[in-house]
């Protein structure tokens, strides 16, 4: 008899139908599984068939073929067990697959069925792919439930799903999570109140949370730079559900989301260490690439502590999605796109001691080592930095008497307001303007524009480092709610250009 | 002290021996404060206009910056360097020594051509450079460093060694000051040294008049910021915000716009006023 179930395997944010068609026939016992599966689905031959038998039901005592189609598509992960499973019980008690339903799931011997990787990318594009029911894990039935229009079965077992399809019991669909933007923040790890003195540093992270711009901050070892970068999220809005959703997509992929709560509110902050591999950074991994830290940190922070430490290579990778917002990798499996547009945020010692330039401790680097240790962050990448600041070290029997800075909430009320004046505008934030649109979104007073030459002039500027100014002087100007660029903006924009300066 | 080798072997590229005249070594950090740049420049440019050679090393700083003011002063300079005098350290002054052959000074060494950048080799260096100078000018000096060795040697060669004061806050002058407290003689201004050259009493301002400091005339004033700007010690745009009670977004557009006239820089995490010398660089 045959029999043919529905399921998918995941290629990057997409989903690939797969038809699982079983056919059992009279002759040897024997179990072909053909369809261009990769080890990890080889091994479901094994895991189905103690699956089926621990589960009370029959497992053919024939010639089985278990054909996966396309045949000319290549198969990963353990999600085609569960619809392995399913088609063979079915051919071997002669009923059909029910019709425009999906199955995915792993099984465990004992037929229990466990967690798969992606179950909310899945469902998304199953609904795109016209499917109106998927049969997920249990565990992840929150996950697919996010996706409206879509009955989402609950599996927690091969014997009850099997029971389910053939009428003798019914499991309950697990309802649709009609989804509301939760405003509220919790308690801040970070928060700006307990930072003393910097106000350079305070306003450089409050310009760039306004108008998304990266930012570096170059200072000595102690200096705070980890706690300035650590209180970025805290003064971004909420992720919005759009947002909140693509950050549960690519943790979805990587099987990250939190069991029962797919969706977070709070922006992501990833910090990876700088011996990152260019895979684990950017994305990849064998067949098709996984998504790396960048992805992770979409619509958040991107963290880089020791800038210079980073190995080159990996440095240079990051321009691309720098630019555009995302990511595109080519494995052998095929080429998958994934977002990345991340706040960069890149902190750097000024020199491998990390002395040079204190007013107290002298450097013990010699201008060679100093000068290859700035060359490793390159131009290029520099250049992409709209916001450059030197931080200072307040040395530790001051620091109590810095005066403290605005708390978080504060901020966080001038950068939500920058950033609704940018969405009535232009419809994105500052940082993602095109230059053409610049010309038109970011007028300047005549002398503002004349500043801007003037220094593009004495310093070099690129054509981008010039964009890249007019786009924070935008930024000054959103956040102290004028609509023409002044002058004072530009000269402020063009104070966080520390490396046009050391160049 | 006798010297550890006969001056005549000296290797040399350009005219060598100098002309005739006085010879001061200026030498000092190889990261001056912009203040120690703009003074090692200044007196180089006042002294080579006098007639003086003006001897230094070659290093990146200080004395990069003595070379320079003598080739602005249309003096001769000689650079007496610690490796071949085929091998310009560091390469980023091969334009700078080229420039002081083509004025008509040298460049000496004690080493073979062909020898490369070797620490060990700097300290022997120092001497020689005293060796061949009347007197030696330390501009900026933290404890410890090469142009102290200088003049140590130069002490023991009874040669008078010099010292520009500096700010007691900043590290540079710790060594200067050290000096000048053991007795080594004061600089505000090229007269200073020449008088104790004893030469050329009417070569730079009236004898009678006051000492004339080192000429930096402050940039005109625009709002304040310049006051509680130093020359010598970088003062970071917060602190500058605290002190005039203006928004740090303020006080940056305003140093920006300072930094775009040429009245200040950056230096470190903050900035500086920019020190000119009344004519433009070479």
Not at chain 1, 28 to 50: H, I, N, P, Q, Y
Not at chain 1, 282 to 300: C, L
């Amino acid at each position: 008899m045959l029999a043919t179930v529905d399921s998918c395997v995941l290629a990057g944010l997409e989903a690939r139908r797969v038809e699982v068609q079983a056919d059992s026939a009279n002759g040897e016992t024997k179990f072909f599984l053909v369809g261009l599966a990769a080890t990890s689905v080889k091994e479901a031959r094994e895991r189905v068939r103690s699956a089926i038998k621990n589960s009370g039901l029959d497992f053919p005592r024939k010639r089985l073929t278990v054909n996966l189609a396309p045949a000319e598509m290549r198969k990963e992960g353990s999600g085609l067990d569960l619809p392995i499973a399913i088609a063979i019980a079915l051919a071997e008690v002669g009923k059909r697959g029910p019709a425009r339903s999906a199955f995915l799931g792993e099984l465990a011997l004992d037929g229990a069925i466990r967690h798969v990787d992606g179950v909310l990318v899945a469902a998304r594009c199953l609904k795109k792919l016209g499917f109106d029911r998927v049969f997920v894990p249990a565990a992840d039935a929150s996950e697919a439930a996010l996706i409206e229009g879509l009955e989402v079965i609950p599996c927690e077992h091969l014997a009850g799903v099997f029971a389910h399809l053939v009428g003798s019991a019914q499991i309950t669909p697990t309802p649709f999570t009609n989804v509301v933007v939760d405003e509220t923040t919790g308690v801040l790890e970070n928060d700006l109140a307990e930072v003393h003195g910097q106000e350079e540093a305070r306003r450089a992270i409050e310009v760039a949370a306004a108008g998304g711009h990266h930012l570096l901050l170059s200072g000595p070892p102690g200096s705070g730079k980890t706690m300035l970068a650590r209180c970025l999220p805290g003064i971004l809005p909420p992720l919005e559900l759009a947002e909140a959703f693509e950050v549960a997509q690519v943790r979805s992929l990587l099987g990250d989301l939190a069991p029962g709560r797919p969706l977070d509110w709070t922006r992501p902050f990833r910090a990876p260490h700088h011996g990152v591999s260019m895979a684990g950074l950017i994305g990849g991994g064998s067949g098709v690439a996984m998504p790396g830290e960048i992805s992770r940190a979409n619509h958040g922070v991107l963290f880089l502590d020791e800038l210079a430490e980073f190995q080159a290579p990996v440095l240079q990778a990051l321009r691309q999605p720098l630019e555009t917002g995302r990511v595109t990798i080519t494995r052998s499996g095929g080429t998958v796109t994934y977002p990345a547009r991340f706040t960069l945020v890149a902190a750097t010692n000024p020199c491998p001691c990390g002395w040079l330039g204190d007013p107290v401790r002298t450097c013990r680097c010699t201008q060679a080592v100093v000068d290859g240790y700035q060359r490793r962050l390159s131009g290029p990448l520099l250049d992409r930095i709209d916001l450059q600041v030197g931080v200072r070290r307040v040395p530790l029997t001051e620091l109590a008497a810095e005066p403290r800075g605005e708390p978080s909430q504060v901020v966080r009320e001038r950068v939500l307001a920058a950033r609704a004046r940018q969405q009535a505008r232009q419809g994105c934030l500052n940082a993602q303007l095109k230059p053409s649109r610049l010309r038109h979104l970011a007028a300047m007073e005549a002398g503002s524009k004349r500043t801007l030459e003037r220094w593009s002039e004495q310093k070099g500027l690129t054509a981008r480092g010039f964009h890249r100014a007019w786009r924070v002087a935008r930024t000054a100007a959103d956040l102290e709610g004028t609509e023409l660029i002044a002058d004072r903006h530009v000269l402020e924009a063009l104070g966080y250009r520390l490396h046009d300066v050391a160049a | 002290m006798t010297l550890p080798l006969d001056l005549n072997t000296l290797n040399a590229r350009g005219r060598w021996p100098p002309p005739d005249g006085p010879r001061v070594a200026i030498v000092g950090s190889r990261r001056p404060s912009p203040y120690g740049e703009a003074v090692a420049e200044q007196l180089a440019a006042d002294l080579a206009r006098a007639g003086v050679v003006v001897v230094s090393g070659l290093a990146l700083g200080c004395d990069a910056a003595a070379h320079r003011g003598a080739l602005v002063g249309g003096g001769v300079t000689v650079a007496v360097m610690g490796t071949g005098v085929d091998i310009v350290y560091p390469a980023a002054h091969f334009r700078l020594a080229e420039e002081i052959i083509a004025a008509g000074g040298a460049l000496v060494s004690q080493f073979p051509n062909g020898t490369s950048p070797r620490r060990q080799n700097f300290p022997a260096r120092n001497v020689t450079l005293a060796a061949l100078s009347d007197v030696v000018v330390v501009v900026e000096a933290v404890q410890g460093s090469g142009a102290l060795i200088t003049a140590e040697a130069a002490l023991d060669l009874h040669k008078e060694v010099m010292a520009v004061p500096g700010s007691i806050f900043s590290p540079l002058s710790v060594g200067t000051h050290a000096l000048i407290r053991d007795g080594a003689g004061l600089v505000q201004n090229a007269r200073d040294v020449l008088a104790a050259l004893g030469v050329g009493r009417e070569v730079l301002d009236d004898p009678l008049g006051a000492p004339k400091r080192l000429g930096f005339g402050l940039p005109k004033e625009r709002d304040g910021i310049l006051l509680h700007l130093s020359d010598v010690l970088a003062v970071s745009t917060a602190e500058l915000a605290r002190k005039l009670h203006l928004p740090v977004a303020e006080v940056l557009g305003r140093l920006t716009s300072l930094e775009l006239d040429g009245a200040v820089r950056r230096h470190g995490a903050g900035y500086v006023r920019a020190l000119r010398n009344g004519k433009e660089r070479a």
